[in-house]
């Protein structure tokens, strides 16, 4: 990943920036990132990852897209972010769209580096894939149970699209993880293509802020 930075810069349209508490700018998200990883695209191509695809699968046949584009997002979670998405607090990841299309399939997390209450998580609302909880609730008034998942590098979290989660920030280490997924294959006359989508989740990312990190807040 410290090797991919290179290929990207602020305003590309193919990663996204945060801002940290001493004004700095850093990269937080790197799209395409296969075409900068030899080794990552290895290992979505490996038997060791088909594996892994057809355990989640059981009797729905989830399928991967082609080992190429924007298949999987690289993350890179800075210490003290002030300002923009890094560190993205209580969502849906279909929150901007395509709900029917997002939440039959499966996100899968691999940690590069690993999750703690220290160097950032990733946390689930427990069922919440199941029922229409307001985010909202997760903050304070949570009737479904708070999951913390941490974990160690090379682990990997599988989450359905509509579950209710939050990444913690960092606080003594920055924290770094991949995300891809396998999905339903689409149906006779399906259209998948959606750049309206596309651009509205790109423009969120450039004009939308997370709360400051608790870092960032005491500086």
């Known amino acids: ?14 990663s996204w920036w945060a801002t940290v508490a001493d004004g700095t700018r850093r990269c937080v998200r790197m799209q395409h990132f296969v075409e900068h ?10 038997d060791r990852w088909n594996q892994l695809r057809e355990t989640i ?9 082609p080992v190429q ?15 923009g998405v890094s560190d993205i607090p209580w969502h849906r990841d279909c929150t901007l769209g395509r709900h029917a299309y997002g939440c039959s399939s499966t996100t899968v997390g691999i940690s590069v580096t690993p999750g703690a209450e220290t160097t950032g998580l990733l946390r689930v609302v427990a069922g919440s894939h199941r029922v229409a909880m307001p985010p909202v609730l997760a903050y304070k008034d949570s ?9 160690q590098a ?51 990312a450039r004009t939308a802020t997370q709360p400051a990190s608790p870092l960032a807040a005491g500086a």
């Open 57 to 65: 699968s059981g009797d729905d046949q989830l399928i991967q897209s």
């Open 143 to 151: 009737y479904l149970p708070i999951v913390a998942l941490p974990t």
């Open 154 to 204: 090379g682990d990997v979290t599988v989450h359905l699209s509509c579950t209710l989660h939050e990444a913690m920030p960092p606080l003594t280490a920055e924290r770094k993880v991949m995300y891809t997924g396998f999905g339903l294959e689409p149906r006779p006359g399906d259209d998948q293509a959606d750049p309206g989508h596309k651009e509205l989740r790109e423009r969120a």
């Open 69 to 83: 584009g924007n298949c999987i997002e690289a993350l890179i979670k800075p210490l003290a972010v002030a300002q």
């Open 37 to 46: 990883s030899s080794t990552t695209a290895a290992f979505l191509k490996s």
């Open 1 to 14: 990943m410290n090797r991919a930075l290179g290929h990207y810069t602020d305003g590309d349209d193919r």
